[in-house]
């Protein structure tokens, strides 16, 4: 029907001559609260002039003004300025209004193909050229009319002559239909051209599009697919509203995020959905979505029981995990066998293991970006689990429908159950508890504002021992301001506090009782903005700054009988800061580049008192020749310099591309410990005069393919990371209550290297993926000194080398009720030292000991099963369920946490120390309403 307009109007403008217009007399006008088609009425009555239009095109919107001595084209560009509505002054007294088109008197350079050079009008460009002016679009008639009744046609923008080129962006948000809140990593696909994008944690996205019709689907796990048709005539918005998943009676087919590893231009990137960790069996029936983590390449842990993970050969302190923006420094409860986040209020988390983006810093490995659920708006709902050792609760509750909603989450642990039930006289009378709880707020205040505030608590107490009781807490608590300021600029602000603390409490039947204290605090800013310069840049830029407070270790007489002697140790404090930006760049259609820098720097304050050490001597208590007193406030040593993030990626085909990056990083603060495991109870040091920050530089090269539309992704990645300055300690270094610290540490060289593969399948009744990693973790510790040598200087195995690492995760759907689930796990036995020697010396027995790292524990090797029993789906019920039955450790291996030695009669002795040495069953009922 348009071109055939167009075509009507061209004809009559060649048949009578009407290339030009004489010049329009001037009008005045004045309304009040009237709708356009309104304001047009009272100008044709009060004028000559007559308007040409549908109604239906502009809406029940009001509009005033007030206009005098002004032409009738600025009176109508004015008017019609917010709409997508144009005119044409067909006579000096009529006017043609049309939506979204411009109508042409003439057909625009190039409508035919360009022209031969000799032929080309000087300084007019040629339709090769990208900047020549956007040529009319045209819609097949038949094609949209035949497509209107199933999908809903959306026209974006309107034709502007001076707009250059003929492709064009269109951005806007995804949001649930029932809450409004933000669905991020949603898929928008643009099936007439095979290209895609996907919606950052704000729900936003931004796609280029061709003018005319395009078909745009937007589809996520556990969300209805969308589909629409877009006619796109210029730069514009459009806001995606979609429903909630509906399970079908045939077979579920789930597809998310399905050109998100081939597309994107960071490299060494994972989203985990908490959903996925429900069909993966693992220890007593409780969901772990960092247990679904380590699962996947380049990701591991030191062993069972060990807090923390270890990313690509780091340590577990270069690790930064992130709450709503908080940082949680201890994410495990129970030794690492619990996560210490609620499961149900747990929405998904980003891990960037590669190049991190410029917004973060602070960790040489990885971060670990954590989002809640924004709950929901509407109506109650709920979400709970009891298993046998813990029991779990969330509710979603609305307090303005539609607009804002408050979610919280409570969980705790009755497991002193089973260590009463194991054969061992020891553990007979130990206790183990945990709990944490949180709540979040999510308001939607308009389309330009959302405010995020959440609050976290949890705690862990222990007693393995009738003398000794051990407790850790997290705390954290963050508001997020999410705003608009334009369709190019939005921005991101965050204030945060977090706490970690443990306490030691001993006692005994002497007189040695004691409670020892410890805690590391933070308060964070940090701002920044997403601003999109035109189509091909956008812009990251923003500002960071916190404050730390550490207090290294507080000991205190527990009773007026004991005879121990208290002790503080001074506090510490240190402010860290970043200014950073980067850009967004798509050179062409095939090639994306992200560049960027972080000018980081830290400065350690006051009040302090840090000893001075003689120059060329090891630092012990016997070389130190002076003490320096810094008052509150001053600075003691600033460190610092910029942190390069570079990523490019180059699509050899729509579904197969090829990615590169580089970046360094610096970090400030780090654990102390001299055991070969993280625990709950290893401290935090910041940098100071005498202990230099950690830094590191990676560079990264993979390729990702998707296979069947997306039913398959394969990626192999290779990296090489170097680091200076890695913390260790002497050997039988004092650690706790140390005021001289620095000279029980040594800090040196790492290099970690290494290849990571995944297989996955995403589609079909059987889902899942194979994922394998070689890589190798090694330290090097060299000083003229011999007590600061290791190794003869040479490079060694750090404590979580492990080079291979396989890890497979299947779930099959028998129905839509019933599914099994497999998880195996292989790791190469990690590092140890052995005795390998005795000697006597002055009637008295010693062992000499390997080399440091020289030997390995026995590999790991763990196969667990698991069955979901899902109850009936029938609408109309008051709670859906489902049952969860495991066997954690099927094979009983004996797999070690840890070897240690014993001499009795004059022998050495290896015991090993395991977690589970037995198969682990499990059955957890879980409930949704």
Do not use: C
């Not at 919107?61 to 560009?77: Q, W």
């Not at 429900?278 to 220890?283: A, E, H, N, S, W």
């Not at 809640?372 to 298993?387: A, L, N, P, R």
């Amino acid at each position: 029907m348009q071109r055939h307009l167009y075509i009507a109007f061209l004809l009559v403008f060649i048949s009578s001559g009407l290339w030009a217009q004489q010049p329009p007399g001037r009008i005045q006008i004045q309304y009040q609260d009237l709708t356009i088609p309104e304001v047009l009425q009272q100008l044709q009555r009060e004028s000559d002039l007559q308007f040409f239009y549908l109604p239906n095109w502009f809406g029940d919107n009001k509009v005033s003004g007030s206009f005098s001595d002004i032409t009738p084209e600025d009176f109508l560009a004015e008017l019609l300025q917010d709409t997508p509505v144009t005119f044409y002054p067909y006579t000096e007294k009529t006017f043609v209004l049309s939506r979204n088109n411009q109508i042409y008197d003439a057909l625009p350079n190039g409508f035919f193909g360009p022209l031969p050079d000799s032929l080309q009008p000087p300084g007019v460009a040629t339709s090769a050229d990208p900047n020549r002016a956007a040529l009319p679009v045209f819609v097949n008639q038949e094609e949209l009319t035949a497509r209107t009744a199933q999908v809903e046609t959306v026209r974006i923008g309107k034709q502007d002559r001076s707009a250059s080129g003929n492709t064009f962006t269109l951005s806007g948000f995804v949001r649930e239909q029932e809450s409004g809140r933000p669905i991020a990593d949603m898929v928008i696909l643009d099936k007439t051209n095979g290209t895609g994008t996907t919606t950052d944690e704000t729900g936003y996205y931004e796609i280029r599009l061709p003018a005319g019709l395009n078909v745009l689907q937007a589809r996520s796990v556990g969300k209805e697919s969308t589909i629409k048709q877009m006619i796109i005539y210029n730069n514009g918005t459009f806001d995606w509203y979609v429903e909630e998943g509906v399970e079908q009676l045939e077979e579920v087919v789930v597809e998310a995020e399905q050109e998100r590893n081939v597309q994107a231009v960071i490299s060494g990137t994972e989203v985990i959905n908490a959903e996925d960790s429900k069909d993966i069996p693992l220890v007593l029936g409780e969901r772990n979505i960092l247990d679904v983590a380590s699962s996947l390449p380049g990701i591991s842990r030191a062993g069972e029981g060990a807090v923390g993970l270890n990313v690509r050969g780091g340590r577990t302190d270069q690790n930064m995990f992130l709450l709503n923006q908080a940082v949680v420094y201890n994410p495990t409860h129970f030794f690492g066998i619990f996560q210490a986040l609620n499961p149900f209020v747990t929405q998904q988390v980003e891990i960037f293991k590669g190049v991190i983006p410029v917004e973060f810093g602070g960790r040489l490995s990885s971060v670990f970006d954590i989002s809640t659920v924004d709950g929901s708006t509407d109506g109650i709902k709920g979400e709970g689990s009891v298993g046998p050792v813990t029991a779990n609760l969330a509710l979603e509750v609305p307090v303005r429908k539609g607009k804002s909603s408050l979610v919280v989450g409570g969980r705790g642990a009755y497991s002193d159950w089973i260590l009463r039930a194991l054969d061992d006289e020891d553990l007979s009378n130990s206790t183990a508890s945990f709990y944490d709880v949180i709540a979040t707020y999510t308001d939607r205040i308009n389309e330009n504002n959302r405010i995020k505030a959440t609050g976290y608590f949890s705690n862990d107490r222990f007693s393995l021992t009738a003398d000794s009781t051990f407790s850790y807490s997290n705390r954290a608590a963050s508001v997020v301001w999410n705003h608009k300021f334009s369709e190019r600029n939005n921005a991101t602000f965050s204030i945060s506090n977090s706490r970690y603390a443990f306490d030691i409490g001993y006692d005994a039947e002497s007189n040695t009782d004691f409670t020892l204290g410890y805690s590391v605090e933070e308060t964070e800013f940090r701002g920044f903005n997403r601003f999109r310069i035109n189509d091909r840049h956008r812009l990251t830029f923003g500002l960071a700054g916190k404050l730390y407070n550490v207090r290294p270790g507080t000991l205190e007489p527990d009773g007026s009988e004991s005879d121990v002697v208290g002790q503080d140790l001074p506090k510490e404090q240190g402010a860290e800061g970043g200014v950073f930006i980067a850009d967004d760049w798509d050179v062409t259609d095939r090639l994306s580049v992200s560049a960027g820098v972080r000018l980081s720097v830290f400065a350690a304050i006051g009040p302090s008192e840090q000893n001075v050490y003689a120059p060329g001597q090891p630092r012990n208590a016997g070389t130190v020749i002076d003490t320096l007193t810094y008052s509150s406030g001053e600075t003691i040593k600033t460190y610092g310099g910029p942190e390069v993030r570079f990523s490019t990626r180059y699509l050899f085909t729509p579904d197969f591309s090829i990615k590169a990056g580089f970046s360094n990083m610096y970090q400030y603060i780090h654990t102390l410990s001299n055991t070969t495991t993280v625990s709950p109870i290893d401290t935090w040091k910041l940098s100071d005069l005498n202990i230099r920050p950690q830094t590191s530089q990676q560079v990264t090269l993979g390729l990702f393919r998707n296979l069947e539309e997306g039913a398959f992704e394969v990626s192999v990645e290779g990296f090489y990371k170097w680091a200076q300055d890695v913390l260790d300690f002497k050997t039988g270094a004092q650690i706790l209550l140390n005021d001289a610290i620095e000279t029980e540490v040594i800090q040196g060289d790492g290099r970690a290297y290494g290849v990571e593969f995944l297989f996955k399948k995403t589609q079909g009744r059987l889902s899942g993926w194979l994922g394998y990693t070689y890589s190798r973790s090694l330290i090097r510790f060299d000083s003229e000194f011999p007590e600061e040598r290791v190794n003869d200087g040479d490079f060694f195995p750090s404590n979580y080398d492990r080079p291979h690492d396989v890890s497979l995760i299947a779930n099959y759907k028998f129905t839509r009720r019933y599914s099994a689930s497999l998880n195996f796990a292989y790791q190469t036995g990690r590092p140890i030292t052995y005795p390998v020697g005795q000697f006597n010396f002055n009637n008295s027995d010693y062992v000499f000991y390997s080399d440091r790292n020289a030997f390995r524990i026995p590999d790991y090797i763990r196969l667990d099963l698991g069955i979901n029993i899902e109850g009936n789906h029938k609408k109309n019920k008051l709670a859906h369920s489902f049952w969860t039955v495991s066997v954690y450790n099927v094979l009983g291996r004996n797999n070690p946490y840890s070897l240690f030695f014993v001499s009795e009669n004059g022998e050495v002795k290896a015991l090993q120390s395991s977690i589970f040495a037995i198969p682990v069953p499990s059955i957890t009922y879980n409930f949704k309403f």
